[in-house]
């Protein structure tokens, strides 16, 4: 089966789930690969929106249920979290629709609203909302971002081996966003405990 075969088969359930674990990348990713024809443009934003929606559902739920156990306490001594929760007590609302586009508290924010007294009534309609926002815009961004590389190209579409190696540069760059999102995570988390510890 070729590649443009497995993309056709595969692309969308991999854009759903990238969508929930590594975000913009994924879904601007999703957008251009809609231009080159390997997804559909309504199915790309569709995923992302769904994978987005889904993961800050599980999130808040997790936030919601389980936070008193470990992970979630963890979670909770992060200096993004208190940020989070600072805002959502100033603009509950608002909060929640725009959490997705501040960057440094898009991780946190679904866990430290399930841990606040907002209800899932009031929390599910507007994450579907604000998903279907985010997911419309970044994937929209991805494929007119397609656009202007196959005009500054001469419409140039890359086939085979070259196709492959783009595709391996695209899940590169996740991985190196996902890595340094995670060492930044790490390092503010190791500054909060010598802060306590000095206490």
Known sequence: MS?????????????????????EAVVIAGGVLAHQGLVSLPGAIVAGIAGSFTADQAWFAAGRRFRDARFVQRITR??????ALGILERHP???????????????????????????ARTFLPL???????WGSAFTTLGYLFGSGIERFLGKYKPHGHTLVLILIGVVALGAVVGGIHWW????????????????
């Open 127 to 133: 994450n579907a909302f604000a998903a279907a926002v």
């Open 3 to 23: 590649i443009e075969n497995l993309i056709a088969h595969y692309g969308l359930a991999a854009l759903f789930v990238g969508a929930g674990l590594e975000g």
């Open 184 to 199: 930044r995570q790490r390092e503010a988390g190791t500054d909060e405990e010598l802060g306590e510890k000095t206490e």
């Open 93 to 119: 609302t608002g909060f929640i629709i725009a959490f997705r586009f501040i960057y440094g508290i898009r991780t946190v924010s679904p866990i430290a609203i399930g841990t606040s007294k907002v209800p």
């Open 78 to 83: 992060k200096a993004a979290f208190a940020r």
